[in-house]
């Protein structure tokens, strides 16, 4: 099985940074993704690790450690459109392309 | 543009009465995912299909719940009969596992939100 933990909420100012920390703990491991989920809209990807590292698309960089079952999602020069819930979520060795999610960090932006 | 294509949207019924809801993936994705969100739950895994073969549907409870996928272009998530506690999101996700490792990132339809009074 798979336990996946993530903050419930963070709060942050705009053109602020704010890093969403997610921890896993798998019985295989195949990949870490990123997703962003507006209140009533679907999720949206926003990034995958799969080697140990960082990744970086635009305002937003990725994180990720194997060993320490670790992973942290960066969101630089916040904007209040960032306000949104972030889903942690890994894919396993035993299903391929099965995503288990976290229960997701709700992000709020204030002006 | 490609996306998935979920209806019904919105879904209010009363318990008892049987539901299904339809999912049409991206033209040329061969894995199909139910998921289905709550407050409480968060994002949960009901089932899962790869070429249209069902592979895993060990989140979902199988005396009410039924997923098929009669073709490529439709897949098909019913429950008969609903309850209260089934009151949801139901989210339709499909991507594409072409072998060796990929990224193989999930593309969400914008669910159907289900009310069982």
């Known amino acids: 099985g798979q336990n996946i933990d993530q903050p419930t909420e963070m709060t942050a100012t705009e053109g602020a940074i704010v890093q969403i920390n997610c921890t896993y703990q798998t019985s295989g491991f195949n990949g870490l993704f990123w997703y962003q989920q507006h209140a009533g809209e679907a999720p949206t990807f926003l990034s995958y690790?799969?080697?140990?590292g960082l990744e970086e698309k635009g305002r937003f960089s990725s994180f990720l450690s194997r060993s320490k079952g670790y992973s942290y999602l960066l969101l630089k020069e916040l904007q209040m459109k960032d306000s949104a819930s972030y889903l942690c979520?890994?894919?396993?060795?035993?299903?391929?392309?099965?995503?288990?999610f976290g229960a997701g960090t709700q992000v709020v932006v204030t002006p | 543009d490609a996306r998935v294509t979920q209806t019904p949207r919105h879904k209010v019924t009363e318990m008892g009465q049987e539901v299904t809801m339809r999912c049409q993936p991206i033209?040329?994705?061969?894995?199909v995912f139910w998921y289905r969100q709550t407050m409480m739950q968060g994002l949960e895994l009901l089932a899962y299909f790869r070429n249209r073969a069902p592979l895993d549907d060990s989140g979902m409870p199988k005396d009410r719940f039924s997923a098929e996928m009669p073709d490529a272009t439709l897949a098909t998530l019913k429950i008969q009969p609903s309850e209260p506690r089934d009151s949801a999101v139901y989210f339709c996700?499909?991507?594409?596992?072409?072998?060796?490792?990929?990224?193989?990132?999930?593309?969400f339809g914008e669910g159907s939100r289900l009310t069982v009074l």
């Open positions: 979520a890994v894919r396993g060795a035993d299903s391929w392309g099965k995503l288990q």
């Open positions: 996700a499909s991507g594409s596992s072409t072998g060796g490792l990929h990224t193989g990132e999930l593309f």
């Open positions: 033209l040329g994705h061969n894995t």
């Open positions: 690790n799969v080697l140990d």
